[in-house]
């Protein structure tokens, strides 16, 4: 008899620890998906006692609309992805995610993801998911060889290197304004140079005490747009090219500079295959070689709701995901874009220049930090075409700060913040 109820024990014990269910909400993007599929049949076969089902959502203003009405209604997954930085301070994370900030993973994780992952309480509410993008400049790399150039540290670097290559006959910047977006890199990927001489800046221009046309710092990144118009250092159609061309001049060597994010890694991979290895990239140089570092555009992050019924679990899941095993799913799942901010992660051998190039920033000593998107919530909407026009010759640096720093008045007016 003792030996059956043993028996019935260990069954119903086995039956029990098989029934932990969790829900993981994650987005309609293939990559996302494919990346979730990958993470979820890894950490169940290690973990056969926790099963998890995957839920999809669109991105979007749709899927932001989606997850604050989840949240409120206390119908979240118990684990869900989301953006970091100002739209994660959006979902009032104090109130509705659990804290993160004393789990043993944390202390791999790197500081310049938990600050934009830190609710306004300074508690860390999320983990990292997806790789990291830096926002800088590629370079064609035979060009740099034939022309005797080496990696710029400094913009009077740059500014040098530009005027070999235009003495070569070459193009030396390719701008793309028929698409308007790309003409904000000089402005954007600049705030790790504005944010390494003033740290507070972020802090104080959400507040209305710093602006971009009296922060010299601040101002630097339009001076570059127009600084590199005005030395001829642009490529003919430069209001009319598009991305696609961009990334085709840079690959083929039709220009030696293309300032962009690194998503377009991906984006030469496919379409040139054959010249992926022509292509390198470095940060955007500041004024002093001894501050130079790269701006990033950091990944999404990892929640959990503090109405999920299975906190422990969901919190064993978010540890793996932020572990070596983790990103080694996730690059198995949709290849190496990027770095992991997740210290011991690495990448395969194989990667493009234009990946490997961004791992020093990242790695032992090295130097990155957030764009200003994601520790401050005020963008304005117009900057793609004050940058066009500064870009262009159309405006002054100057002139262009100014009339941004108007923009982001009226944007941050309409979203109530205090001091505007």
Known sequence: MTAGLLTLTALSGTAFAQSVNLTFLTTTGADDLA???????????????INIDIET????????????????TQTMADVFLYNSG??????????FLVDLTNEPWQANVQNSFKQVVTAPDGTVRGAPIGAAMGGGIYYNKPIYEELGLSVPKTWDEFMANNEKIKAAGKVAVAQTYGDTWTSQLFVLADYYNVSAKDPSFASRYTANEAKFATEPAALRGFEKLQAVYEAGYLNEDFGAAKYEDGARMVASGEAAHYP?????????????????DNVGFFA???????????????????????????VEAAKKFVAFVASIEGCDAQT??????????????????????AVSDLLPYFGEGGQNGPALEFLSPVKGPALEQITVEVGSGIRSAADGAALYDEDVRKQAQQLGLPGW
């Open 57 to 72: 959502r669109p991105g979007g203003s749709e899927g932001d609309n989606l997850v604050k009405t989840r949240l409120a």
């Open 86 to 95: 100002s739209l994660f301070q959006a979902i009032n994370p104090a109130q």
């Open 260 to 276: 962009m994010l690194t998503f377009a890694t991906t984006a030469i991979a496919t379409n040139y295959p054959d010249l992926i």
């Open 284 to 310: 955007q140089p500041g004024d002093d070689a001894a501050l130079n570092g790269l701006t990033v555009w950091m990944p999404a992050g990892l929640y959990i709701p503090q109405t999920s019924p299975n």
């Open 332 to 353: 198995a799942a949709v290849g190496a874009s990027g770095p992991y901010l997740v210290n011991g992660c690495t990448l395969p051998d194989d990667v493009p220049p």
């Open 35 to 49: 990346i979730a599929e990958e993470l979820v049949s890894r950490f169940e076969a290690a973990n056969p006692d």
